[in-house]
């Protein structure tokens, strides 16, 4: 194909078949970037079912539209990029707490303090039963109000207890 010798400014037009061999790409994909708005055509005088395209406004079109599609792809990319460093900042970040003791297994720490909930619960419930006798017996509010202190107390002495068992078992 010749192109004649003159500016940029004055266009001419080409076949479907001349444009395309000169974009490198086939018609159908001149023909969707026309639907897309992307290129411009006009139909061909010479033959009803043929069009023509404007050279170099489409050459300029369509070097624009591929660099809006690599930049795209290139967003994208930095996009993901920029996930996975923050993941593995995440990951860093976690490693270096554990080793720190901020963080600890959830269900070794579960399966630790079960016997201690269970043991806890247990002395609560029993904890009524030695009282109702006691409160009983006992006659004043003020006497009755420290012996349910005293319980309390008690209940949570065996709690501190249950941890620091919990605790040395770990070791």
């Known amino acids: ?16 078949t001349d444009l395309a061999g000169t974009l490198g790409v086939t018609a159908n994909e001149l023909s969707q970037l026309h639907r897309s708005s992307i290129l411009e055509r006009i139909p061909d005088p010479r033959n009803k079912k043929a069009v023509l395209y404007p050279v170099f406004d489409s050459i300029r079109k369509y070097c624009d539209y591929r660099r809006t599609k690599r930049l ?29 003791g901020e963080l600890v297994d959830k269900a070794r720490l579960i399966q630790k303090l079960e016997p201690v909930v269970i ?32 319980a309390d107390v008690d209940a949570l002495h065996v709690l501190s207890d249950l941890f620091i068992r919990a605790g040395k078992s770990d070791s």
Request: aromatic share 6%; net charge positive.
């Open 119 to 150: 043991a806890f619960r247990e002395s609560l419930l029993a904890r009524s039963n030695r009282l109702v006798g006691e409160l009983i017996r006992t006659k004043s509010r003020k006497e009755k109000v420290k012996r349910l202190h005293e």
């Open 72 to 100: 795209a792809v290139h967003e994208k990319f930095l996009a993901a990029k920029a996930g996975r460093e923050h993941a593995q900042q995440l990951a860093v970040e976690m490693t270096n707490r554990q080793r720190g």
């Open 1 to 16: 194909m010749q192109f004649p010798i003159g500016t940029t400014q004055k266009d001419f037009y080409v076949s479907t």
